[in-house]
C-alpha cells in the first residue's frame, strides 16, 4: 500500500498538538483560579479557600508536567519532518502563520521587516483573546463538574458549593462573551481568509448570498452540499450584516487552493453548537442562584456534573477549524505545506505515529487515572494560617511558632 509521506507528517503532527493544546487550555485557565483562590484567603482568612488551592494546584501538577511531555515532541517533529520551515517562522506566533505580515519575501525566503507588526499581526488580539477565554472556560466546566460530583455524593459540601459558585459565575459572564469575541474573530478571518469561512460556512458560490446551514454534508466533487438544512441567506446577514451581502465562495478559488472542506465544517460547527450549550448552562445556573436553588437543583447539578469534557472537545474543535481551514498553506499565501514538508520516507513517519499514538495513549491514561484519584479524594489537609507568615515586629516569635504549628500537623 502507497502513503503519502505529507499527509502522513500532517496527521502526525495534528495528533500530537491536539494532544498537547487540551493541557495548555486547562493550566492556562487553571493557574488563573488557583490565584483568585488564593487572593481570597488572603482577603478573606478562610481556611476552604486555601484547602480548595492546594487541592487544584495538584491537579495543575500533574496536567502541567503531562502537557510539557507532550510539548517536547512538537519541536523534534518541527526540525525532522517540517525541516524547509525556517527557524524564523517556527518562532513566529501561530497567528502570523495565518495572517502574515511585516516581512519581505527574498528568493522564497521570509525576512522580518516590522517585528512589532510581525507580533501584532491582524489576526492576533483576535485569537489571543478567544483563545484565553477558551481557556477560562474549559477549567470552569472542570471545576464546576467537580463541585457539582461532590453536592451530588454529599461529600466535601461547602467545597463543592464554593466551586459551583465561582464556575457559574465565571462561565454566566464568559461564555457569553465569547460568542461576542467569536464573532469578531470572524469578520477578520473573512477579510483576511475569506476561502476559510467559506469551507466554514459551506458557501461554494460567492455570486449569491450565503445561507446559514444549521446541517448538511459538503460534497466537495459536485461543489454543493448534501441534505441540507439552512436559514436562506443567513450566513450573509451574519458576515456582511446585510441579507442581500456577498462574500466569496470555495468557487472563488482553484481546487487546490481550497481547504478540505468537510472537517472544517463540521468542526465549526461543533465549536458552534457547544459555545450555545455553555452560553444556556453559565445562564440557566446565573438564574438558579439568583433564585437561592443552585445546590438544590438536582437536575441542574445531575447534568453538568458530566459536563467537564465541553471545553475540552470545543477547543479542539476550534483548533481544527482555525489549522485545517488554513490548508493548503501552512504561512498562508507564502508557504504550501506540500513544499515544507522534509524529505522522509513516509514508512519512518508512519512508524513513528504509531508509537506516538500508543505512548500517547499511555500516558493520557495514567495521567487521568491519577487526576481522578485525587479528585476523588478531595481536598484534605488543614490551611496554613495566616499566622504562618513571620511578622514584621516579632520575626522570631512568629517563625517559631509556625514551626511548632507544623510539627503538630
Known amino acids: 500500500m502507497d502513503f503519502d509521506a505529507a499527509l502522513l507528517a500532517r496527521l ?4 500530537t498538538i491536539s494532544f498537547h493544546i487540551i493541557f495548555p487550555s486547562f493550566t492556562i485557565g487553571l493557574a488563573a483560579y488557583i490565584a483568585t483562590l488564593l487572593a481570597m484567603w488572603l482577603r478573606t482568612g478562610v481556611e476552604r479557600y486555601q484547602l480548595l488551592a492546594r487541592f487544584w494546584t495538584k491537579i495543575f501538577a500533574v496536567s502541567f508536567g503531562m502537557g510539557v511531555v507532550s510539548g517536547i515532541v512538537l519541536s ?10 525556517s527557524a524564523f517562522w517556527i518562532l513566529s506566533a ?10 519581505e519575501v527574498r528568493d522564497g525566503i521570509a525576512y522580518p521587516v516590522d517585528w512589532l507588526r510581525i507580533i501584532f499581526n491582524p489576526s492576533f488580539p483576535y485569537r489571543l483573546a478567544h483563545m484565553l477565554t477558551a481557556a477560562y472556560l474549559t477549567t470552569a466546566f472542570v ?8 453536592l451530588m455524593a454529599g461529600r466535601h459540601q461547602e467545597d463543592g458549593r464554593t466551586m459551583v459558585r465561582m464556575a457559574v459565575g465565571m462561565i454566566a459572564v464568559l461564555a457569553p462573551l465569547q460568542l461576542f469575541i467569536g464573532d469578531q474573530h470572524g469578520l477578520n478571518t473573512l477579510a483576511h481568509q475569506p476561502i476559510k469561512v467559506a469551507a466554514m460556512e459551506g458557501h461554494w458560490d460567492g455570486d449569491k448570498p450565503g445561507d446559514l446551514y444549521l446541517f448538511g454534508w459538503p460534497d466537495e466533487k459536485n461543489e454543493t452540499n448534501r441534505f441540507a438544512i439552512s436559514i436562506p441567506r443567513g450566513s450573509s446577514l451574519i458576515l456582511r450584516h446585510d441579507p442581500n451581502g456577498l462574500f466569496p465562495g470555495l468557487k472563488s478559488v482553484p481546487p487546490a487552493d481550497r481547504p478540505p472542506v468537510v472537517p472544517v465544517f463540521f468542526a465549526f460547527r461543533g465549536m458552534v453548537g457547544i459555545g450555545s450549550l455553555m452560553i444556556l448552562i453559565g445562564l440557566t445556573g ?14 441542574y447539578l445531575q447534568l453538568i456534573q458530566y459536563g467537564w469534557w465541553l471545553g475540552f472537545v470545543a477547543v479542539l474543535c476550534g483548533w481544527i477549524t482555525t489549522e485545517t481551514g488554513r490548508q493548503p498553506w ?3 499565501g507564502i508557504l504550501r505545506t506540500a513544499d515544507a514538508i522534509s524529505p522522509v520516507s513516509a514508512a519512518s513517519v508512519l512508524t513513528t505515529l504509531i508509537l506516538f499514538v500508543v505512548v500517547y495513549a499511555i500516558i493520557f491514561a495514567m495521567g487521568i487515572y491519577y487526576i481522578n484519584r485525587l479528585i476523588v479524594r478531595g481536598p484534605q489537609g488543614h490551611a496554613i494560617g495566616h499566622s504562618a507568615a513571620p511578622t514584621p515586629g516579632r520575626p522570631l516569635a512568629s517563625a517559631h511558632a509556625a514551626a511548632s504549628e ?3 500537623r
Open 12 to 15: 502526525q503532527f495534528a495528533f
Open 143 to 150: 471545576v464546576l463538574a467537580v463541585g457539582a460530583r461532590y
Open 330 to 332: 501552512i504561512a498562508y
Open 94 to 103: 501561530n497567528s502570523w502563520m495565518q495572517t502574515p505580515t511585516g516581512h
Open 406 to 408: 507544623a510539627m503538630k
Open 76 to 85: 523534534y517533529q518541527f526540525g525532522t519532518n517540517w525541516s524547509r520551515f
Open 286 to 299: 446565573a438564574f438558579l442562584w439568583w433564585r437561592g436553588k443552585l445546590f438544590e437543583t438536582r437536575w
